[in-house]
């Protein structure tokens, strides 16, 4: 197939993805009391339950999966995980207990690694001269389904109730299967110009480069989710008694994504030009400096303009990762090492909100910003000398 079908076909599936998954998550806590009874003094501790039950499985899963991808066909693993999706979403809809909808959340676990696959099979398709670009794009639709996914969310909730947003789920995850079943076609087996580090039987950890990279994505990935527990909190604390507070935080929360579906491509063609961890270190430097800035001066329209600048910097990372990862990785194990950046992700998914939790209490809200700034500037500072300051 060319490799610009295939990138067409694949934005619309993580599309679908993406914002079938944020359509629901952000109202779980209002799905838990209006539609399966929890009371407001439990809701708190359910909400917490439900959404992190999925991560731990999910990250154990991630790695077999892509090693069976290698093996069985990565279009085979990701047919598999859009119709597990698409049955997760639709149990979501007729669950009648928060203890149901948990198990379906850990069912839900089991089932992920569609988007590990839609990375292992584009980076198989696309040329190398342009596969900075293909990751930027799909960077940028997977947060493009993020913004688009709760405003859809909120309207289906309001017109027709939340349950029909899980068979709307339901349907757009199936409608992925049908397509990876009857249009996308397994990729190619290997890419002769691709210069890729072959580890043979060498487990993966073993190579530094890829090891630091797994490290990198759970670090960013911790960071990008530090901020859940208190950044509504910190809204509404800003915005005081403003009207309409509920849509000016869901809309303040929202600018960090539009940012990303517009600097996302722009990042891949800088990467592919100036080399990917170039981009890497530019976009968590700059991520860095705006979270640092973004908790210093307690003022909602400020706050606002950095969450919008620090997500044309966020958008640079992943991508530059994704695409470091793909060069340094022969086309046998690409499943496998992006099961493993999706599971390294997942245990930063879990362990951000917790962190950000601790640190917001123990020592206020703003210092959360600062920590999760310092850090991600240390990582660029440990990414350029290793892989810039030692090449040039």
């Known amino acids: 197939m060319n490799w610009k079908v295939v990138l067409g076909i694949l934005t619309c599936n993580i599309l679908f993805m993406s914002a079938s998954y944020t359509m629901l998550i952000p109202f779980l806590p209002m799905y838990l009391t209006r539609e399966l009874g929890v009371d407001a003094a439990s809701v708190s ?14 990250a154990i899963m991630a790695p077999i999966w892509g090693r069976m991808a290698d093996t069985k066909g990565k279009r085979l693993m990701a047919m598999r995980a859009s119709f597990l999706l698409s049955i997760s979403y639709f149990l979501g809809g007729i669950v009648q207990s928060p203890e149901q909808l948990t198990l379906m959340r850990l069912f839900q676990g089991f089932a992920s690694g569609l988007w590990p696959m839609d990375l292992a099979i584009m980076t198989l398709y696309a040329p190398a001269s342009r596969l900075g670009l293909c990751l930027g794009i799909m960077q ?28 709307l789920a339901s349907g757009a995850l199936f409608l992925n299967f049908l397509i990876f079943t009857f249009v996308i076609k397994e990729p190619p087996a290997a890419q002769p110009q691709e210069k890729a580090t072959q580890p043979g039987t060498v487990s993966l950890f073993h190579i530094p480069l890829i090891r630091n990279m797994l490290l990198c994505g759970t670090l960013v990935q911790m960071v990008i989710l530090i901020l859940q527990p208190i950044l509504t909190t910190y809204i509404a604390h800003l915005a005081g ?43 968590m430097a700059g991520a860095g400096i705006t979270m640092i800035l ?40 690409k499943g496998r090492i992006f099961g493993l950046l999706f599971a390294a992700q997942q245990v930063g998914s879990m362990a951000g909100p917790i962190l950000g939790g601790v640190i917001a209490t123990w020592l206020g809200m703003p210092f ?17 000398h290793a892989y810039i300051r030692r090449s040039s």
């Open 140 to 167: 940028g639709v997977l947060t493009a389904g993020g913004v688009v996914g709760p405003l859809l969310g909120g309207v289906l909730a309001e017109l027709v109730g939340m349950r029909y947003s899980f068979f």
């Open 45 to 58: 501790l359910w909400s917490g339950i439900v959404f992190s039950a999925s991560f731990l499985v999910s």
């Open 368 to 384: 959360v910003f600062g920590f999760a700034g310092i850090l991600l500037l240390i990582l660029s500072t440990a990414v350029h």
């Open 294 to 333: 973004q908790g210093s001066w307690p003022n909602l329209y400020w706050f606002a303009f950095m969450q919008f600048v620090g997500g044309l910097f966020f958008c640079a990372i992943h991508p530059a990762i994704n695409a470091v990862l793909a060069a340094h990785t022969p086309p046998s194990h």
């Open 241 to 283: 008694n403003l009207p309409n507070l509920v849509f000016v935080a869901g809309l303040v929360f929202s600018l960090g994504g539009i940012a990303g579906a517009i600097g996302a491509p722009f990042w891949g063609s800088f990467g592919q030009r100036r080399g990917f961890f170039r981009a890497m270190c530019c976009g």
